[in-house]
């Protein structure tokens, strides 16, 4: 089953003004820890429901009992590999769920939403660094095409009802821990993603790092992307919350990077000197789907928030 976050800013009519957060998640594997620790770091209370998108009579039982103001929509699987192995699975889940999301929304009067888009949408790039202007759409990868027909369906949306006010917030590549070390990415199952993946080998569960690529058109051969702390990527929420609060402009896509890209080798050269371990690693083959160069401007996003990213890449490798 799907993996399902749907987290809303809302003001519930039991508390008659007092702000609260509803989770609602369909999970697979208990994360109820991490909910806590969510709770102890905040000092917020969290109301939390367990549901799947696609179950949307139960999505509008969620709506039924709050007065909901904002949503931010996190709900995708986003396993580019296994998006290609199972692409019905990722368009069932990742389109139809959010269909289901906003066709709620409309239902209960809520047309204010953060969505999390991704820098797939803008496939092998055209010109670095990405600018929102850039094309979207050339997608080699499942996952990102379910990414991209999002955002044209939302953007169509917009243009058939006024009253929505939607930001796509195209993250590039989220890594790194809550300063607390108490929540971070902990991938139970099969991952894919770089990071972990160097944390696993450092931490001796995974005996090397396969560089995927050695001879792509890029100042070392490997592949280059566009790091971003996820306390930056989260305060990047909060921005475009309050941004959706100022102004209606309908539909907003933004960039979420930090404009500077690192290799594969340079990342773990980082790692290395931050943590003091050895991470050991070979070469191996290029990785279908991957591109040579994923690399932001993120001017706009951090004028049109009045956001500024704060964590280097060092605190992405603590
Ligand atoms: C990064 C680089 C690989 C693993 C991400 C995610 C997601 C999305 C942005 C939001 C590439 C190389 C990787 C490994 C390697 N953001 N690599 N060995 O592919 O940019 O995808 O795109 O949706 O965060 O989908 O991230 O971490 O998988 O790869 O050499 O074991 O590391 O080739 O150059 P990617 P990644």
Redesign the pocket.
Known sequence: MSRQNLRTGTESKEDHGAHGNWLSKHTDSGEAPSLKRVEEITGKKLTFYQCDLLDINRVDEIFSKHHIDYVIHFAAI?A?GESMQFPLKYYKNNVIGTINLVEVMKEHNVYQMVFSS???VYGDPEHLPITEDHPTGNVTNV?GRT?YLIEEMLKDLTHAEPRWNIISLR????VGAHPSGRIGEDPTKNF????P?IAQVALGNKPH?????GDYNTPDG??V?DYIHIMDLASGHVAALSRLSQEHFRYKPLNLGLGRGLS?LELLAHWERVTGTRVAHRMAAR?YG?VPT?VCDGSRGQRELSWTPRYDIDDMCE
């Open positions: 986003k580019v991704s820098c797939c996952y990414k993250y590039f590549n989220p894919s993603n770089l990071m993946y790092v396969e560089v995927f690529g490997t592949g992307r594969v990785r991957d994923l």
